[in-house]
């Protein structure tokens, strides 16, 4: 694969969503912009989501009967191609020789080993989590909406379940659920951040961030304490005065100080400075919660997702369909404007490749 700096972006193609080209790898410039087309994955539809696997390139098909595709990292051209085993997966994540996958309309998690489906390049049997209170296949089954799925440097796995207001963590390697990071009602929990021993938390329906902290009680259990919620706006009041406030994605900076998040509606990326929450959670003082820094307008409609690279934010604007590309300065606060604006019909994610 070259290092010359590149960029992946997906987006939806099918009508119901936001037609668009699926999926495109751009050449990105000295200036960190994005450039030309270099390759464009043709065969997908719906890759809503992308991660990068060495030389190869990993997508979900967010359909129906969802599927988790392998493609070449340089021309995008498909290896491999497998169920996932759900309805609408979402996001997609390798850890170890395991592909992850979350699913949203059906609610589980999937697993699936990667090196078989690269030496099969078809279909391999994904092993199935669900949240314990849909395991039993009653209504509560209906409530669950997996969204995003995140490894820890201790070895497991956190799955953002949305309906259930959990953050559900999984032993990566035996899949046995070993607890959950519980939520106020309603908040809807949808991607989240690691600093240190304290998980972050963007409630998509709540409109704030949920800060809990880690407290090991053995080596087969944890525990996350909730902590406090922050607005992911300069006040409470500007979630309640609007009709819509959904944030999506959430991640730190490069050196963990800050939360960067986007919110949909009001299209805004928000920017909240961490630095109060302390490495050691057990200590004697308290941390101290996030602190408003920044909001800037997102450059277009409908933020989903956004990547940090190259000293700039690029950020996939859904419904205006576009990806606005934000200077970041030596505090790492967006500039108020975009310094360029690539059209892209429908993105919902982007990824930097170096």
Wanted: glycine share 10%.
């Amino acid at each position: 694969m070259s290092s010359t700096p590149a960029m992946v972006i997906s987006g939806y193609t099918e009508e119901s969503s936001g037609t668009g080209p699926g999926l495109v790898r751009f050449a990105v410039d000295g200036r960190g912009l994005l450039g030309e087309s270099q390759a464009q994955g043709t065969a997908l539809h719906n890759p809503s989501f992308v991660a990068a696997a060495g030389d190869v390139l990993l997508a979900v098909e967010e359909l129906p009967a969802g599927n988790v595709v392998a493609l070449d990292l340089s021309t995008l051209e498909m290896l491999a191609k497998s169920t996932s085993g759900g309805a609408d997966p979402c996001h997609v994540a390798l850890v170890g020789d395991t592909v992850w996958a979350a699913h949203y309309t059906s609610g589980t998690a999937a697993a699936l080993d990667f090196s078989a489906l690269m030496a099969k390049r078809t279909s391999v049997t994904p092993k199935l989590l669900a949240h314990a209170a849909a395991a039993d296949g009653s209504s509560d089954a209906k409530a669950g909406h997996a969204h995003q799925v995140t490894a820890t440097p201790w070895g497991t796995i956190l799955v953002a379940d949305l309906g259930a207001d959990s953050v559900d963590e999984y032993d990566a390697g035996s899949y046995v659920r070993l607890g959950s990071a519980q939520l106020p009602a309603g908040a809807g929990p949808r991607h989240v951040a690691l600093k240190g021993q304290f998980l972050l938390v963007a409630g998509e329906l709540d409109g704030h961030v949920h800060v809990f902290a880690r407290e090991p009680q053995d080596q087969a259990q944890n525990s996350w304490q909730w902590l406090l919620k922050v607005p992911l706006a300069e006040s409470a009041g500007e979630i309640s005065d609007v009709e819509e406030f959904h944030p999506s994605h959430i991640e730190l900076s490069p050196d963990e100080s800050k939360l960067y998040a986007a919110v949909r509606g009001p299209n805004t990326v928000v920017v909240l400075d961490v630095t109060g929450l302390s490495s050691d959670p057990s200590s004697q003082l308290r941390p101290r919660e996030p602190k408003f820094l920044q909001q800037v307008s997102c450059g277009g409609n409908w933020p989903r997702h956004f990547a940090i690279a190259h000293h700039k934010m690029y950020v996939a604007n859904q419904l205006s369909n576009n990806v606005a590309v934000f200077e970041l300065d030596e505090r790492g606060l967006l500039h108020a404007e975009p310094v360029q604006s690539v059209d892209f019909g429908s993105p919902t994610c982007i990824l930097p490749l170096d």
